[in-house]
């Protein structure tokens, strides 16, 4: 089974500030992971993913997520933060071993920048 | 071209109506994706499309009923929803094994 952890159902940095927002995941093989970004009362936008390949990943609008195996983490960040960067946040992880079609998403964290 | 297309935006729907979402894609993706969300929470995988082909079915009621005419369309068909149907239904698309592309959804309202 894959499963998806985000311990942070809030985040709030200052804008200029670096802001990180924590995932962790489970998974019985390589995972492939993703970043989503959810706008209010739109769908979620792709921000960045790992496959393989180098731990560092780079991806829209400034942010980058590091990938490392054996913390099974993948933490999104961004030197500094925008207050447009203010947004629900999602990761998610699928496992191309098992089931191809399948995502399994964290529960999300809101990130607010303040002025 | 990276946008998926939903239609409509908005719907209200008594629990007796028979009423379609639509979604459209032009990226060659060759998966596409039904997804259920509350406010402020995940989405939930429903069903999903792989190469026109029914692969995952996540035991959703029969009320709702998926169809996918071809590689582009994806059609959700709603019959005797309940209220508790009500949510943000997001239709999604990808290449089988990469990163999902989501519409905006239509925010559906059943009475």
């Known amino acids: 089974a894959q499963s998806v952890a985000q311990p942070e159902d809030q985040v709030n940095v200052a804008e200029g500030n670096p802001l990180t927002v924590k995932c962790t995941y489970s998974?019985?093989?390589?995972?492939?992971l993703f970043w989503y970004v959810q706008y209010p009362n739109r769908g979620l936008q792709f921000l960045l993913k790992?496959?393989?390949?180098?731990?560092l990943v780079k991806g829209s609008y400034g942010f980058e997520a590091e990938f490392n195996k054996s913390q099974t983490s993948f933490h999104l960040k961004k030197p500094s933060a925008l207050v447009s960067d203010s947004a629900l946040y999602f990761c998610a992880v699928r496992d191309p071993s098992t089931n191809a079609g399948k995502s399994t998403f964290g529960d999300g964290t809101t990130l607010t920048v303040k002025p | 071209d990276t946008e998926v297309t939903q239609t409509p935006k908005h719907l209200v729907m008594g629990m007796t109506n028979k009423k379609s979402l639509k979604c459209e894609q032009h990226?060659?993706?060759?998966?596409m994706y039904w997804y259920k969300q509350k406010a402020k929470k995940p989405p939930e995988l429903m069903f999903v499309?792989?190469?026109?082909?029914?692969?995952i079915n996540e035991s959703v009621p029969s009320r709702f009923s998926p169809e996918c005419p071809n590689s582009s369309l994806l059609n959700l068909h709603l019959h005797a929803l309940q209220p508790e149907d009500s949510a943000l239904y997001l239709c999604?698309?990808?290449?089988?094994?990469?990163?999902?592309?989501f519409g905006p959804g239509t925010r559906l309202l059943v009475l």
């Open positions: 999604a698309s990808s290449t089988v094994m990469g990163a999902q592309y």
């Open positions: 790992y496959i393989t390949g180098d731990n």
């Open positions: 990226m060659g993706h060759r998966a």
């Open positions: 499309y792989s190469y026109e082909k029914l692969s």
């Open positions: 998974v019985s093989g390589n995972p492939y």
